[in-house]
């Protein structure tokens, strides 16, 4: 590699890490922002808590953590991961056998739903 | 052009290529495994799920209630231990070794300090009654999170290990790619710990049933 090349590939390494830190950090505010929801609604269900709110749906927080925990595993995985940038059977080979347990767990909450265990 | 691309590290033949981009054949490897691990958190935390929803009684009076502003202090560790993993994997990219080791160093400390919190909350949750084997709660609570806490310790090795290589110059020549294979690995590490944290900690125990 000449020098002028290797200057031009420096370049373009910097520049593209420089926007994998961005895109990381606001990742980063993002998943803690979504962990800070989280214990505020697990606290309005969790008696002596200052948040506690007898009246608050068990169902609606329960959904509401399972959603808010699905997004964080979703930004790690896409883009901590760095699954957003892989080939499509890559993505395929990781999502489609993820799918049955998480399509199973899905029944089972709502199984557990139905007979309002909390 | 991606950055691996940029450093001239594919090493496929086209029809490798047409499946998996400029993966290395590691990254392949490392993805497989991690999904063959994932299956196994699966199926620890449907098993606690199952549990959970047919017993009468998950709370036995006298147990102590687990401290979600705890596991809150080790998940906010754990996600920034993430973030510091993706600062030293660009380092690593960019041939620079004095950040790969500064941020490599941050996330193993982050890793320790995690390992070191789950102690203390293991000691004090054994003093206060919360003991394996008495009880469906206080064993899915232990075998669950022991078995994250054993992908921490195994991370923190296998950064170390990195870490020792990284300082002997084996990352300067611009092949990152046993740094990339670490960093899915910590990422897997969180990712599951966001799942763990949310079904164990944050589902109250006492709630409406």
Same mark, same amino acid.
């Given at each position: 590699?000449?020098?002028?090349?290797?200057?031009?590939?420096?370049?373009?390494?910097?520049?593209?890490?420089?926007?994998?830190?961005?895109?990381?950090?606001?990742?980063?505010?993002?998943?803690?922002?979504?962990? /800070?929801?989280?214990?505020?609604?697990?606290?309005?269900?969790?008696?002596?808590?200052?948040?506690?709110?007898?009246?608050?749906?068990?169902?609606?927080?329960? $959904?509401?953590? /399972?959603?808010?925990?699905?997004?964080?595993?979703?930004?790690?995985?896409?883009?901590?991961?760095?699954?957003?940038?892989?080939?499509?059977?890559?993505?395929?080979?990781?999502?489609?056998?993820?799918?049955?347990? /998480?399509?199973?767990?899905?029944?089972?909450?709502?199984?557990?739903? $139905?007979?309002?265990? $909390? | 052009? @991606?950055?691996?691309?940029?450093?001239?590290?594919?090493?496929?033949?086209?029809?490798?290529?047409?499946?998996?981009?400029?993966?290395?054949?590691?990254?392949?490897?490392?993805?497989?495994?991690?999904?063959?691990?994932?299956?196994?958190?699966?199926?620890?935390?449907?098993?606690?799920?199952?549990?959970?929803?047919?017993?009468?009684?998950?709370?036995?009076?006298?147990?102590?209630?687990?401290?979600?502003?705890?596991?809150?202090?080790?998940?906010?560790?754990?996600?920034?231990?993430?973030?510091?993993?993706?600062?030293?994997?660009?380092?690593?990219?960019?041939?620079?070794?004095?950040?790969?080791?500064?941020?490599?160093?941050?996330?193993?400390?982050?890793?320790?300090?995690?390992?070191?919190?789950?102690?203390?909350?293991?000691?004090?949750?054994?003093?206060?009654?919360?003991?394996?084997?008495? @009880?469906?709660?206080?064993?899915?609570?232990?075998?669950?999170?022991?078995?994250?806490?054993?992908?921490?310790?195994?991370?923190?090795?296998?950064?170390?290990?990195?870490?020792?290589?990284?300082?002997?110059?084996?990352?300067?020549?611009?092949?990152?790619?046993?740094?990339?294979?670490?960093?899915?690995?910590?990422?897997?590490?969180?990712?599951?710990?966001?799942?763990?944290?949310?079904?164990?900690?944050?589902?109250?125990?006492?709630?409406?049933?």
């Amino acid at each position: 590699m000449t020098a002028v090349t290797r200057e031009h590939h420096d370049t373009t390494v910097h520049a593209e890490q420089h926007a994998t830190r961005k895109a990381s950090a606001i990742t980063f505010s993002f998943l803690v922002v979504l962990t /800070v929801l989280e214990i505020l609604l697990a606290m309005t269900r969790i008696e002596g808590s200052a948040l506690y709110n007898a009246q608050m749906s068990g169902d609606a927080v329960f $959904w509401g953590l /399972v959603f808010l925990a699905a997004s964080n595993a979703f930004l790690v995985l896409f883009f901590f991961m760095n699954l957003k940038f892989e080939s499509k059977t890559m993505k395929y080979m990781v999502a489609l056998p993820l799918a049955f347990p /998480v399509l199973y767990a899905l029944v089972l909450i709502a199984e557990a739903a $139905w007979r309002r265990i $909390w | 052009m @991606s950055a691996e691309a940029a450093t001239g590290l594919s090493i496929h033949t086209s029809e490798t290529q047409e499946y998996f981009g400029t993966s290395s054949t590691g990254k392949i490897g490392m993805w497989i495994f991690l999904l063959s691990d994932a299956f196994s958190f699966v199926g620890l935390l449907l098993g606690y799920g199952m549990l959970r929803s047919g017993a009468h009684v998950w709370h036995h009076p006298g147990e102590p209630e687990l401290s979600v502003n705890f596991a809150a202090l080790l998940t906010i560790v754990l996600v920034s231990s993430s973030m510091s993993m993706v600062m030293a994997l660009t380092a690593a990219v960019e041939r620079n070794r004095s950040q790969l080791l500064l941020f490599l160093g941050l996330t193993i400390l982050g890793g320790v300090v995690f390992l070191a919190g789950q102690a203390y909350e293991y000691t004090h949750l054994i003093e206060e009654g919360l003991v394996f084997g008495r @009880s469906a709660y206080a064993s899915t609570f232990y075998v669950i999170t022991s078995f994250h806490g054993l992908h921490v310790l195994t991370g923190v090795i296998y950064m170390l290990f990195i870490f020792v290589r990284g300082a002997g110059g084996k990352y300067d020549s611009g092949d990152y790619r046993e740094v990339e294979l670490v960093d899915l690995f910590w990422h897997f590490v969180d990712l599951v710990w966001v799942f763990v944290f949310t079904f164990i900690y944050l589902i109250p125990s006492h709630a409406g049933a």
